[in-house]
């Protein structure tokens, strides 16, 4: 029971109801806080709502804008553009075989020195010492129809022998030829020489190297004595006259399939370098600089790094592995202490012995040191330098969108958990003498033990290898609970990140 | 019910009943924060943190709280107050200058000032002038009712010094008492000669 002090009873009556207007700016900026905090609703869910939802839809219209202006496929643009007027039965083989080698300029050059290498072949070798039969033509009559003719020329390493056909069949297979019935140098045309001649063993492998360069030309350069009568025999002539079009037709599908071929095995090539796999097993290391916001102690960096595994299935993947979390930070301390004022002796027991002698007792004096404090609380604050280490296990799952041989993008989302593994103290240890330490208590709460976060980001891949890769990864994290100790503190940290990795494929 | 309407999708009252909240209470929870901060500005500041506090569990209050809504509201913000207080205040607070005062006996006081015409204002005038610890002890134990048990572990001081505190608090606020009275009575004197 109190008692009554007259002084109490006047100031607790006088000031029960006593009341203090506070300012309207003050009110202003309570409702504007209050606004902020709670009218908006879960505000820091929005703002990570909204820079995904922007990244992704750059990201979206970044593929729709690449996917749109990506060059088409070589073929397919040089078939419309190339032969318009041919005839659908005979051009559609031999226009991919002619398109397919007008991608480059290389091949219209290699097709101009065809005929200059002709040329050379009939002027300084006239007696080949390995004639290739049917496929030598005579350096004077040769003619490159590449030169006058507008469709460009298929590459071919075989010198155009003396073609039997007349000038409206070879018309018909949209390849103009003088009407003189002379030998035709033109390339289109030579592969057809090799398919008739296929029979005869010396032109077998010349056909197959049609992907050599022109150096392939000079042993294939048979006499026309040769070539004439080995041709002519072969050549289906359903009446009299020496060429009807069906032959020439079947000439230049067979002309078309080994430029075909060689589209497939690029393609088959390329297909082998980055295998589409079906699921695969990826492991790396990364690093990830991050910055966190809307912490006690103002903005933080933290380091991340560690190692991860992935599994993809298809364009989707599961990321989990082990890694480090670095940060540092500060605690502020209260210590309470009484100062040291000094020791006496005090006296603790006293023992007397007889002496018989003198006959009187002898005292003994037992003392004990006793320090002497202040009984003043001395407070004393101090912030402590710590770094604290987190140990982190994420679970991330992915789902790439747009993807091609050196790049995929996809979005990243999945959960973080760090548990505090160490907590080193940075600052010089507190010494506090002789001074009588009371309490010692945390003004500022220390870091929590385990806490949870949820990131989210976009990722981008690029292959270095078919094993090697880089990811780039800005991800945004969102702790779930405060980081630290206080359940008074209840702000909620969130942060920026670009996570890094090298990452090895099998 | 202490919202006349709340925001359903977020859960919480809108800015309207946080608003009318505010204006019914903030007046006498700033004389609390006053009481103990001793300056208007930093009193402010204490119940704008007490405040969100308060917004912020409002919701508990309606679920484990069935007391007065006042009492809850006062014990949030004296909590704010002390709190601030600790962080702000680095000096001293609580000095006890003798010794002997550690073994402090209260001591019976007879002086009634039931006559004193002070107003409001100038009795918070004097409250606010006493030392952080004074003020902190003597508005703990007088308007507060809490006992120097309770102080004591509140402020992590020993009981002994909470009496002391508020002794020397009731000393000073006495010592400011007769000398307006006798300074009055003498003005009083002057006027009747």
Redesign the interface.
Known sequence: M??Q????????S??????????DE??A???R???G???K??RPFWWIAGVVAIILIGAGIAVFVLENHSPAPAHEGSVASAMPSAPPASSTPFARSTASANTTTGTVKSNEINGNKTNTINTTHPASPNPAPGSQVPGPRTQNPVSSSPLPAPRSPLPAPRSPLPGPALAAATVPVPSTGELQANPAVTPAASKVEQPQSSLTPVASKEEQPQSSLTPAAPKPEQSRPSLTPEAPKPEASMVTPAPKAETTKSSAKPEAQNEEKKATYREKSYPPKKWNISAGAYYTPEWMFNTLNGDKFVNNFGVEGTFHFGRYSVRTGVGLSITSGSNEM?R?TNSYLGAYNALDSISFQWNQQHTSLVPTYFTQQKSVYD?????N?SYNKKRYTYLQVPLILGYDFWQNNWLSLGVRGGAVMSLLVKSENLSDTYNEGNDKVI?I?N?SPDRIQLNWQGIGGVNATFRLSRRFSIEVEPDVRYYFNSVYESSEV?TKPWSLGVRAAIVVTW | MIFSRRDTAAKRPDQASIGALYDKHAPWLLAVCLRYTGNREDAEDVLHNGFMKIIHSIDSFNDQHTGSLEAWMRKIMVNTALNYIRDHKKEKMFTVLDPLLENFRESEDTDDFGGCDLTKDQLMGLVCELPAGYRTVFNLYVMEDYTHKEIGEMLGISENTSKSQLSKARNLLRKRLLDYQSSKNYEKAESNR
């Open positions: 109190k008692k002090n007259p002084i109490d009873d006047l100031f607790r006088e000031l029960t109801d006593y009341r203090v207007v506070p300012s003050r009110r900026a309570f409702m806080e209050v606004v905090k709670y009218g609703g879960s209260l309470q009984s003043t609380l001395t407070y604050y309490t208590n003004v209840t």
